[in-house]
């Protein structure tokens, strides 16, 4: 059994989240504890090359419920893997490593692209980027706040 410090930041089952490198200054995120790897919505998913790497530009709508305002955002391509969401359906998807801000606590994790647009959350908060890092309380909702990134973004 390991033991977890209660010093660690608390989440809720649903967070803010910014994700500064990808100049978004905040998305709602559902905390997935069952889900091993973090998700972000994305489509027109365009891989392409520069300067001898491997890049992928994307969109992203960052509100739910909304497709009104979307964002183009360019990553550096970490990986492509067969991920299984939780229907079972096999999805082979780009993976991207990112900064996420949550509360004042800044973490670096791997996201893999998939269209969420029938999803209510644009983006999923798997445990491997939480490992260790946080506690989750189940009953509770965005405990840590809205991100503040404005510093970076603004």
């Given at each position: 059994?390991?033991?977890?410090?209660?010093?660690?930041?608390?989440?809720?089952w649903?967070?803010?989240?910014?994700?500064?490198?990808?100049?978004?200054?905040?998305?709602?995120?559902?905390?997935?504890t069952?889900?091993?790897?973090?998700?972000?919505?994305a489509?027109?998913?365009?891989?392409?090359?520069?300067?001898?790497?491997?890049?992928v530009?994307f969109?992203?709508h960052?509100?739910q419920k909304?497709?009104?305002?979307?964002?183009?955002?360019?990553?550096?391509?970490?990986?492509?893997?067969?991920?299984?969401?939780s229907?079972?359906?096999?999805?082979?998807?780009?993976?991207?490593?990112?900064?996420?801000?949550?509360g004042?606590?800044?973490i670096?994790?791997?996201?893999?692209?998939?269209n969420r647009d029938?999803m209510?959350?644009?983006?999923?908060?798997?445990?491997t980027?939480m490992?260790?890092?946080?506690?989750?309380d189940p009953?509770?909702?965005?405990?840590?706040?809205?991100p503040?990134?404005?510093?970076?973004?603004?």
């Amino acid at each position: 059994m390991t033991h977890i410090s209660s010093s660690l930041p608390m989440l809720g089952w649903r967070e803010w989240v910014g994700l500064p490198e990808l100049n978004i200054a905040q998305i709602k995120a559902k905390v997935d504890t069952g889900a091993r790897s973090s998700a972000l919505h994305a489509f027109a998913i365009d891989p392409y090359r520069k300067g001898g790497q491997r890049w992928v530009m994307f969109a992203i709508h960052p509100k739910q419920k909304h497709s009104d305002v979307s964002i183009e955002c360019h990553a550096l391509i970490k990986d492509r893997r067969l991920v299984s969401d939780s229907g079972g359906h096999k999805q082979r998807r780009y993976v991207i490593e990112t900064r996420l801000i949550l509360g004042q606590t800044a973490i670096t994790a791997e996201m893999t692209l998939t269209n969420r647009d029938g999803m209510l959350f644009r983006m999923l908060l798997g445990r491997t980027a939480m490992n260790n890092r946080f506690i989750i309380d189940p009953n509770a909702s965005y405990l840590q706040g809205k991100p503040n990134i404005c510093a970076e973004l603004c």
